[in-house]
């Protein structure tokens, strides 16, 4: 019995792991591609030429997916790595999303007092709410099926 359960711990934290990697990966893939000037994509244009791809995948291109998507794959991404770290239940997966959506929201503040790069955008919160609350639906599913 206790095989099983440390059986089940490992592999959630791996899936939350590997979910957070790949979010993660997927909203810098996001903003290497359709924001060339950001400095994501200027550090991978010195490691391969993305001009070609980007290209190609000009068709995709719209608001949406180049300014606020990559901020819900973010902010899912973060929710996901301290699930990873922390294995917690529901209530601590609710706390978790919550601390990660005010750090959203800490960003967006500091980009409209430009303390840092970037565009604060009320949008961009929305987005971190949504990642937020996603990850919560997800915590409180895995809950169900234990």
Sequence with gaps: MIIIIMG??????????????????????????????SQIAVFCDKIIALNS??????VFENDFIKFYLPDFLWGISLCFSLFAVFQPS??????????????????????????VGGTGDVLDIMMYFAAGALAVLISLKKEKEK
Excluded: N
């Excluded at 959630?12 to 924001?35: M, N, Q």
């Excluded at 967006?108 to 430009?114: A, G, K």
């Design 90 to 115: 529901l209530k601590g997966a609710i706390i978790i999303s919550v601390v990660s959506v005010f750090c959203g929201i800490c960003w967006e503040i500091l980009q409209w007092t430009s303390l």
């Design 53 to 58: 791809l980007r290209q190609a995948l000009v």
């Design 8 to 37: 089940d711990i490992i592999m959630s934290k791996r899936i939350y792991f590997l979910l957070s990697v790949i979010f993660l990966t997927l909203g810098a893939l996001i903003y290497a591609l359709y924001r060339p000037s």
